[in-house]
């Protein structure tokens, strides 16, 4: 069974900070890999999705590598503003085309 | 069509009623997934569609849930004699089931069982 891990689980920063955010998976046998942001009592927000044959998806500030020899991914944020404070979690299919989940990083980036 | 669509927002109910829930999915998307989540955990999956097929139950999908899917547009997701361990927020996401098989997430249903 695929099992997904994310560390730190909580991340503080002042503004304007570099950070790195990292998922680790058990099973590298994966074909994509999905980084979502979540504000709190809300839906997912779809950031990145990185095909297993990618070693980076760029979107704005946010980039994502992904190494599945590995079992590792991680998000990069530069220049983090306020409004950057969420919970990120990624995902990873798990044997077929259900999806499994980290436990999120929770992210608050002070002014 | 702006995104994924979920009805009711919020519900409370009495433990041992019947609740359902919908899920509007991003039109042409022939992928729908139904996933339970707990406060301060990751989604965990229950089920998943691929039209109007149901391909995939989690073991977490006890007796008393079920979903469905009819002619493959939106989904119903029903849980019956509920119990306060139900209680969570739950997400439906789609996609459109290519190669990518990137996930949209509408906002959930957050449900109280008293």
């Known amino acids: 069974k695929q099992e997904v891990t994310q560390i730190p689980a909580a991340l503080s920063v002042p503004e304007g900070e570099n950070l790195v955010l990292n998922c680790s998976f058990t099973d590298s046998a994966i074909y994509n890999l999905q980084w979502f942001r979540q504000d709190p009592g809300k839906g997912l927000t779809s950031l990145l999705l990185i095909q297993s044959s990618q070693r980076e998806q760029t979107s704005g500030r946010l980039n994502a590598s992904l190494d599945k020899s590995s079992g590792r991914s991680t998000l990069y944020i530069a220049a983090s503003q306020p409004g950057d404070s969420a919970t990120y979690l990624c995902?990873?299919?798990?044997?077929?085309?259900?999806?499994?989940f980290g436990p999120g990083t929770r992210l608050s980036v002070l002014p | 069509d702006t995104g994924v669509s979920q009805d009711p927002r919020h519900k409370i109910t009495k433990r041992g009623q019947n609740v359902t829930f919908r899920c509007d999915p991003i039109s042409e998307h022939n992928r729908l997934y139904w996933y339970r989540q707990t406060l301060g955990q990751g989604p965990e999956f229950l089920t998943y569609f691929q039209n109007e097929a149901q391909l995939e139950k989690s073991r977490l999908l006890s007796d008393r849930f079920s979903a469905e899917r009819p002619k493959g547009s939106f989904s119903t997701l029903e849980i019956q004699r509920t119990e306060q361990g139900d209680s969570a927020m739950y997400l439906c996401?789609?996609?459109?089931?290519?190669?990518?098989?990137?996930?949209?997430f509408g906002p959930g249903t957050r449900l109280t069982v008293l």
């Open positions: 995902a990873v299919p798990n044997y077929g085309q259900n999806f499994v």
């Open positions: 996401a789609s996609s459109l089931g290519l190669a990518s098989n990137e996930q949209f």
